[in-house]
């Protein structure tokens, strides 16, 4: 059934390491801590996280099955990391409200499956994550960062919603097999926003689906294959495409710089 965990006083933490949750297609896991109070969960099956507010820094981890919100789940600092265990076992989070970091594990050994999607309501920084399928991820607010690499096994798609706000994610050991697509927005005149996008894919080439992005573009691949595309690139302000190693080409057949006076 429902387990509702709380702590009302001095930033008391929860550590729940031994969790075993049976039932939670329809049952939730709710987390509440007092002040700066972290949390732990490591529940045998998959997670149905509630709306609840944790203070500090969060891990949930479900050893089998996937992790889902039925709430707003809200990290109050501290960033917060949601591990999934088992095969083609996925992460589906539509209302986060993590400030910090936000790191992501999914496993998948005979595919890519287990795929992984948040909604955070502010800015956020992924931290070193490997995604064993596709990748969605969209900050509400704010700007998309990272602190460490991102490892996808299948597509990634990046949006910021707010206006002027960028995805920046240059790490160069960065590695997203698939196809990837960015959505930025603003409400200035071409060429006058700031939401830009700037993305290093490391030794992987960069093929994009279709992308909106309004301000600059700032793409880097060191593969041979280099940075194509596969669907229409609408870009507001400047280009940059660079190839650093492998003698990496650049075909861009349906980029659309609609302002480039």
């Known amino acids: 059934a429902d387990v509702t965990l709380t702590t009302d006083a001095n930033a008391g933490?929860?550590?729940?390491?031994?969790?075993?949750?049976?039932?939670?297609?329809?049952?939730?896991?709710?987390?509440?801590?007092?002040?700066?109070?972290?949390?732990?969960?490591?529940?045998?099956?998959?997670?149905?996280?509630?709306?609840?507010?944790?203070?500090?820094?969060?891990s949930i981890t479900a050893t089998l099955g996937n992790i889902i919100d039925a709430g707003t789940f809200t990290v109050s600092a501290g960033g917060a990391t949601f591990v999934t265990g088992a095969d083609a076992a996925s992460i589906n989070l539509g209302t986060l409200a993590v400030t910090g970091g936000i790191t992501l594990t999914t496993n998948d050994s005979s595919g890519a499956d287990s795929d992984a999607t948040i909604v955070n309501a502010t800015a956020f920084a992924f931290g070193a994550?490997?995604?064993?399928?596709?990748?969605?991820?969209?900050?509400?607010?704010?700007n998309i960062t990272q602190s460490g690499a991102l490892t996808v096994g299948g597509t990634g798609t990046?949006?910021?919603?707010?206006?002027?706000?960028?995805?920046?994610?240059?790490?160069?050991?960065n590695a997203i097999t698939g196809e990837v697509s960015f959505t930025t927005n603003t409400s200035?005149?071409?060429?006058?926003?700031?939401?830009?996008v700037t993305f290093d894919n490391g030794v992987l080439d960069i093929v994009f689906a279709a992308s909106?992005?309004?301000?600059?573009?700032?793409?880097?691949?060191?593969?041979?294959?280099?940075?194509?595309?596969?669907?229409?690139?609408?870009?507001?302000?400047?280009?940059?495409?660079?190839?650093?190693?492998?003698?990496g080409v650049i075909n861009m057949n349906q980029l659309a710089q609609t302002d480039n006076s």
């Open 212 to 247: 909106t992005i309004d301000g600059d573009l700032v793409v880097t691949s060191g593969n041979v294959s280099g940075i194509t595309d596969n669907g229409t690139v609408t870009v507001d302000a400047d280009v940059t495409l660079t190839t650093d190693a492998n003698a």
């Open 129 to 142: 994550s490997t995604v064993d399928g596709d990748l969605s991820a969209t900050a509400t607010l704010g």
């Open 13 to 58: 933490v929860i550590n729940m390491n031994q969790l075993a949750q049976t039932d939670n297609s329809g049952n939730t896991l709710t987390l509440n801590t007092q002040g700066a109070g972290t949390a732990t969960i490591v529940n045998a099956t998959a997670v149905n996280l509630a709306a609840g507010t944790v203070g500090g820094a969060t």
């Open 158 to 173: 990046f949006v910021t919603s707010a206006d002027d706000a960028d995805i920046v994610l240059s790490t160069a050991t």
């Open 188 to 196: 200035e005149s071409a060429a006058a926003g700031t939401s830009d």
